[in-house]
Each structure stands twice: as C-alpha cells, then as structure tokens.
C-alpha cells in the first residue's frame, strides 16, 4: 500500500512505498548508532589520557590514528559500495566500530592508543561514507530534503552517549564502561542489519542496494567543472567538521582545565552541543524548504562562528555551554547539505571525496587543537573553530549560483 505526501509548492505528490519507510528506519538506526558508539569514545578522552600520562600534543598524535584510518579507508569504501552496495558496506562497517571501541582504554602508551584508533578510525571512516551514500540514494528516490533528518540520528546517538558518559564518568572505568558500549553495539548492529539488508529499495530495486549505488554514481561524475564543485562542498564540509571534531574531543577538556569544571559537567559540553546539533537538525528539512541550500549555509557558518567566539573565549561555564549550544545550531545541517549535494552530484565517489575532505577536518581538527593548545592555550586553539566556521560561510556565499543552481 503507498501513502502520499504532498511537496508543497513542488507539484504533484509524492508516493512513499512501506519499503522506502522501512529503509530509511533502518539507516536512521545505523546512524544513530554511529553518534552514540563515537561520543562514548570522546566522553572517556579524560580518562585515557590520565591513563597514558599522554600530553596535549602526544594526545593530539594518537588522535592522528583515528584520521588517518578514516581518510585511507574513506575513498575505498566509495568504490565499495559501487560494486556491493551501501548497505552491506554499512554493516561491515558498523560492526568493526562497534567492536574497536573496548580496545582504547586497554592502551598502555600513547603509540599504542594511536594504533588502536587507526582500526577505530577506519571503521569510522567506512561507516560514514557508506551510511551516507546510502542516504543520498533514499533521498534521490523520496524526491525531499530529508538528509538532515539522518545526521539528526547521528547528533542525537551523540547526546546519549555522551549523556551516559558523564553519568557513568566518576563511577565507572573507562575500560567497563566502553566495553559494555561494545557488547550494546555489535547487538544494535544485528537487530538493524536485518532491517537494512532486507528493506525493498526504492522504485524496486535489489535490496543489497547494488544497483542504486551504481546508479547513482553515474550522473554528471565525469565533468571538471562537477568535480571542482564536489571539491568546494568537501571544504564547505570540512571547515564545520573540524568545529565539531574540536568539540567532541576537546571540549571537555576545555571545561575542565579552562574554567575547572568538575568530570561530570565538563563532559556536559559534548551533550549539549550534540543536543543543539540534532534540534537544528530535526528542523533542517523545513528550513532548507524555506531558506535554500545556498542561504542555509551561509547562514548557519555565521552563527557558529559568533557561537564559537562565546565558547572559547566565555569566562564562565555558563556562558561557554550556551556558546557551544549556538555553534550546534549553527553547524547543524552545512555538513549533511554540503555531502548531500555531492553525493547528487556524483554518487558514492562524489559522497566519498567530499566525506574525504569533510571528515578530514573532523578528524585531524583535534590533532590541530593539541598542538595549538601546547602553544598558545587551550582557548586560543577554540577559536580556530569560529574562523573556518566563517570560512566555510563565505566560500558558500562566493559559490552560491552553482550550489543553487547544480
């Protein structure tokens, strides 16, 4: 039985297979899952390097493992889900993260950490591309702005975990408290599976998803003037993912040796700024239908940059928690919109070289932050987050006509 929903001011209604409902259920789930196994991880940051006895800057190398597992696996993945499909890629993918996230409390170095997040990252890297070309399938088929919705699922797995985080931070040791995320994950990852390998895809496709992702790869992939576009987005990406990498991973450590915010509040910066970020985009479908791709970009760098110069530089943690709440709402919905159009664009390559890019900055963001912490302060580091945030809005405002127009 179809249902329709009506596009308003689009022209005739849309039909939405039981299939398509299904599907999208299941990927929201995978994404969901993603946010909560990696704010686990970022939460007990504190602790793991307590453990280690790692600095700022050997802190900042160990991170580097988990971008440079990610950026090596990310264009491979691409290719991978040309030829099987996204949606097993996801799977695979998901059960490795799921699993990797007990092995970094067992680290005894700052080398070793590095070589346990190396798999870590790669799992990162693979889950996030695939999930997300998956999506940029369902979305070509529903014919809506819906991405937000999924990255929605990310941000609000995000809050959880880092909610449950805080709770169990004094009270719990790193190593129990990520193992039992690990045992949770690889069961939410089964119950999933089932529903996203089997789901009917759109327009009666094989539900491996094989031919979508095949599909969807091919249009306007071959063009200079698309590739150079799907490169501007992947930077447009990566200057909002790196405020949110430098979020996840620093901002508790901001709280906490910054202003002396005890572990449990300190690991309140990651949750309400996950918080924001999944209310923004829970809205982010009715916004870009109001404001457009082009307006809701630049629009939304603008307020993360001013958000982010309230959270590095706010001399209360009052005032820095409401800055990270405004840099939230402000990033929420560039990096879903930025990948979306590239995966438009060019399918899973496409979503692979922007996601490359994007996820470049939200990775070796963290790295910058360490480095940059060791030499100036910790603060002054933050406020790099409101400059690329800026810088992200005035690329999206020089490239408006082809964004828009693409």
């Given at each position: 039985?179809?249902?329709?929903?009506?596009?308003?001011?689009?022209?005739?209604?849309?039909?939405?297979?039981?299939?398509?409902?299904?599907?999208?259920?299941?990927?929201?789930?995978?994404?969901?899952?993603?946010?909560?196994?990696?704010?686990?991880?970022?939460?007990?940051?504190?602790?793991?390097?307590?453990?280690?006895?790692?600095?700022?800057?050997?802190?900042?190398?160990?991170?580097?493992?988990?971008?440079?597992?990610?950026?090596?696996?990310?264009?491979l993945?691409?290719?991978?889900?040309?030829?099987?499909?996204?949606?097993?890629?996801?799977?695979?993918?998901?059960?490795?993260?799921?699993?990797s996230?007990?092995?970094?409390?067992?680290?005894?170095?700052?080398?070793?950490?590095?070589?346990?997040?190396?798999?870590?990252?790669?799992?990162?890297?693979?889950?996030?591309?695939?999930?997300?070309?998956?999506?940029?399938?369902?979305?070509?088929?529903?014919?809506?702005?819906?991405?937000?919705?999924?990255?929605?699922?990310?941000?609000?797995?995000?809050?959880?975990?880092?909610?449950?985080?805080?709770?169990?931070?004094?009270?719990?040791?790193?190593?129990?408290?990520?193992g039992?995320?690990?045992?949770?994950?690889?069961?939410?990852?089964?119950?999933?599976?089932?529903f996203?390998?089997?789901?009917?895809?759109?327009?009666?496709?094989?539900?491996?998803?094989?031919?979508?992702?095949?599909?969807?790869?091919?249009?306007?992939?071959?063009?200079a003037?698309?590739?150079?576009?799907?490169?501007?987005?992947?930077?447009?990406?990566?200057?909002?993912?790196?405020?949110?990498?430098?979020?996840?991973?620093?901002?508790?450590?901001?709280?906490?040796?910054s202003?002396?915010?005890?572990?449990?509040?300190?690991?309140?910066?990651?949750?309400?700024?996950?918080?924001?970020?999944?209310?923004?985009?829970?809205?982010?479908?009715?916004?870009?239908?109001?404001?457009?791709?082009?307006?809701?970009?630049?629009?939304?760098?603008a307020?993360?940059?001013?958000?982010?110069?309230?959270?590095?530089?706010?001399?209360?943690?009052?005032?820095?928690?409401?800055?990270?709440?405004?840099?939230?709402?402000?990033?929420?919905?560039?990096f879903?919109?930025?990948?979306?159009?590239?995966?438009?664009?060019?399918?899973?390559?496409?979503?692979?070289?922007?996601?490359?890019?994007?996820?470049?900055?939200?990775?070796?963001?963290?790295?910058?932050?360490?480095?940059?912490?060791?030499?100036?302060?910790?603060?002054?580091?933050?406020?790099?987050?409101a400059?690329?945030?800026?810088?992200?809005?005035?690329?999206?405002?020089?490239?408006?006509?082809?964004?828009?127009?693409?």
């Amino acid at each position: 039985m179809l249902t329709w929903r009506v596009r308003r001011g689009v022209g005739p209604r849309v039909a939405v297979e039981p299939g398509s409902r299904r599907l999208r259920a299941a990927l929201t789930a995978f994404f969901a899952l993603d946010g909560f196994v990696f704010a686990g991880w970022v939460v007990r940051i504190p602790a793991v390097k307590e453990q280690t006895g790692a600095s700022s800057s050997a802190l900042g190398l160990a991170l580097l493992g988990v971008s440079l597992g990610a950026v090596v696996t990310m264009m491979l993945t691409g290719r991978l889900c040309q030829r099987f499909g996204a949606r097993p890629v996801t799977v695979g993918a998901a059960l490795v993260l799921a699993a990797s996230v007990a092995l970094p409390p067992h680290a005894g170095s700052p080398l070793v950490l590095g070589l346990v997040l190396l798999l870590f990252g790669a799992a990162f890297g693979a889950l996030n591309v695939a999930a997300n070309s998956a999506a940029v399938e369902l979305v070509a088929a529903l014919g809506r702005p819906v991405m937000p919705s999924f990255h929605a699922a990310y941000s609000l797995g995000g809050m959880l975990g880092a909610g449950v985080g805080g709770l169990v931070a004094g009270q719990v040791s790193a190593a129990r408290h990520l193992g039992a995320l690990a045992v949770l994950g690889v069961a939410m990852v089964a119950v999933a599976a089932r529903f996203l390998l089997s789901a009917a895809a759109p327009g009666g496709q094989a539900p491996d998803g094989a031919t979508g992702a095949r599909a969807t790869a091919e249009p306007g992939s071959g063009g200079a003037e698309t590739r150079w576009l799907v490169l501007v987005l992947g930077l447009i990406a990566l200057c909002t993912a790196y405020g949110e990498g430098a979020l996840a991973d620093w901002s508790a450590l901001h709280l906490r040796e910054s202003l002396g915010a005890n572990a449990g509040l300190a690991a309140a910066g990651y949750s309400v700024f996950a918080m924001a970020m999944t209310v923004g985009r829970l809205t982010g479908s009715a916004l870009l239908e109001r404001l457009g791709q082009t307006r809701a970009l630049v629009a939304g760098g603008a307020t993360a940059a001013v958000g982010m110069l309230l959270g590095a530089l706010g001399p209360t943690v009052w005032l820095v928690l409401l800055g990270f709440v405004i840099t939230g709402l402000g990033l929420a919905n560039i990096f879903p919109v930025a990948i979306g159009r590239a995966g438009a664009l060019a399918g899973a390559q496409g979503v692979a070289a922007a996601s490359t890019l994007g996820y470049g900055g939200f990775l070796l963001g963290p790295v910058a932050i360490g480095f940059l912490a060791d030499w100036f302060s910790l603060a002054t580091a933050m406020t790099t987050v409101a400059l690329l945030a800026a810088v992200a809005a005035a690329t999206a405002q020089l490239a408006r006509r082809r964004i828009q127009s693409d």
